[in-house]
């Protein structure tokens, strides 16, 4: 019960179907810190000329996402460490509620991993926490703390996040997503 809990809350929290729109409707597609799979299961099943791969290190969750598949042949999740995983050449990545989790070292060596092995013209989609609207960062700041009590967190402004993937030679926009939602989304849309 709870873990259907978890992911209902979270299939209402986040702009997926936003997410989901701004992919290519073709190729090979990564899910960094897939988690359970929803957002991976969402993009599988809008087009089966995706093959999607869903990446996370929590065996739990993997486990779940896993059952998941039912026999599908356009998604896989795999458990690994997101910093140790070998990108293959790739048409688009998505990150979901990720990148605020990751040292700022690991976010730059995340960001160069990736744009190497991203094909040309691939995009690269991090959708996270902005700074403002303020009450907004609050309601997701008190979230975050209530789920991730041991862990320390890395917010950044959106200006700050997009001079950071730029740096990498992407090309950036930034679209707001917190319309509709009580948490300080945004969503990043980064061109190779």
Same mark, same amino acid.
């Given at each position: 019960? #709870?873990?259907?809990?978890?992911?209902?809350?979270?299939?209402?929290?986040?702009?997926?179907?936003?997410?989901?729109?701004?992919?290519?409707?073709?190729? #090979?597609?990564?899910? #960094?810190?897939?988690?359970?799979?929803?957002?991976?299961?969402?993009?599988?099943?809008?087009? @089966?000329?995706?093959?999607?791969?869903?990446?996370?290190?929590?065996?739990?969750?993997?486990?779940?996402?896993?059952?998941?598949?039912?026999?599908?042949?356009?998604?896989?999740?795999?458990?690994? @460490?997101?910093?140790?995983?070998?990108?293959?050449?790739?048409?688009?990545?998505?990150?979901?509620?990720?990148?605020?989790?990751?040292?700022?070292?690991?976010?730059?060596?995340?960001?160069?991993?990736?744009?190497?092995?991203?094909?040309?013209?691939?995009?690269?989609?991090?959708?996270?926490? @902005?700074?403002?609207?303020?009450?907004?960062?609050?309601?997701?700041?008190?979230? @975050?703390?209530?789920?991730?009590?041991?862990?320390?967190?890395?917010?950044?402004?959106?200006?700050?996040?997009?001079?950071?993937?730029?740096?990498?030679?992407?090309?950036?926009?930034?679209?707001?997503?917190?319309?509709?939602?009580?948490?300080?989304? #945004?969503?990043?849309?980064?061109?190779?």
């Amino acid at each position: 019960m #709870v873990k259907w809990r978890t992911g209902n809350i979270r299939w209402r929290l986040c702009p997926f179907q936003k997410i989901e729109s701004l992919l290519p409707e073709e190729g #090979v597609i990564i899910d #960094v810190g897939c988690g359970y799979g929803l957002l991976s299961n969402l993009v599988a099943l809008k087009s @089966d000329k995706r093959n999607v791969i869903g990446i996370d290190s929590a065996e739990k969750r993997i486990l779940i996402a896993q059952k998941t598949v039912n026999g599908r042949k356009n998604i896989e999740f795999v458990r690994q @460490d997101i910093t140790a995983f070998g990108f293959p050449s790739c048409d688009a990545v998505v990150m979901s509620d990720v990148f605020h989790h990751l040292p700022p070292d690991i976010q730059d060596n995340l960001i160069k991993n990736i744009y190497e092995n991203l094909k040309n013209n691939g995009i690269l989609i991090i959708q996270d926490v @902005d700074t403002t609207p303020y009450w907004k960062f609050c309601f997701t700041y008190m979230s @975050d703390f209530l789920q991730h009590t041991k862990e320390k967190l890395f917010y950044q402004s959106a200006k700050k996040v997009e001079e950071k993937i730029k740096t990498t030679g992407f090309n950036v926009d930034i679209i707001e997503a917190h319309k509709g939602y009580p948490v300080a989304d #945004v969503i990043f849309l980064c061109r190779k």
